[in-house]
């Protein structure tokens, strides 16, 4: 397990011994676990979202979640 990703709106947990990726976008309260071919794109476009300029990658990053939308179906619990 290896944490790839943590802010105020989004955790993302990479499990590179399945393949897998763990996404929790906070605004939401909800999350999903990628795997295969999704995770992949999500690894490369979220890299591609935090190499843009600081002062425009909350946007872009919201944005970019939206697309993942309909995948985050499992209700996060935050302990």
């Avoid at 999903?32 to 979220?46: I, K, M, N, P, Q």
């Avoid at 591609?48 to 002062?55: F, H, I, P």
């Avoid at 990658?57 to 993942?68: G, M, T």
């Amino acid at each position: 397990m290896q944490i790839v990703f943590n802010n105020p709106v989004l955790y993302v947990v990479s499990y590179p011994s399945v393949d897998s990726i763990e996404v929790i976008d906070k605004r939401l309260g909800r999350g999903t676990l990628l795997s295969g071919d999704t995770a992949a794109r999500f690894r490369v476009e979220l890299a591609s979202v935090l190499e843009g300029e600081e002062d425009e990658r909350d946007a872009d990053l919201d944005v970019f979640l939206d697309q993942f939308d309909a995948l985050m179906t499992q209700p996060a619990i935050y302990q």
